[in-house]
């Protein structure tokens, strides 16, 4: 801070640039899948899938 109390630039912040190997964001989120999406659970038949999503009037 400045003498009138005003942040100063950014050039003058102190970073530390240690690698800790923290994992900040994971490689894949769970958006970022089929299942996210809605898509069916795989390893099941593809009529198994077609069943359970029927309408209910069916």
């Known amino acids: ?3 009138n109390g005003i942040m100063g630039p950014d050039d ?3 970073v ?3 690698d800790d190997d ?3 964001l994971p490689d894949q989120t769970s958006d970022d899948t089929d299942t996210g999406w ?3 659970r795989g390893g099941v038949s593809d009529d198994d899938r077609l ?3 029927r309408p209910p009037h069916w």
């Open 51 to 53: 069943l359970e999503e």
């Open 38 to 40: 809605g898509e069916w």
């Open 1 to 3: 801070m400045t003498d």
């Open 22 to 24: 923290l994992d900040v």
């Open 16 to 18: 530390h640039l240690d």
């Open 12 to 14: 003058d912040r102190l």
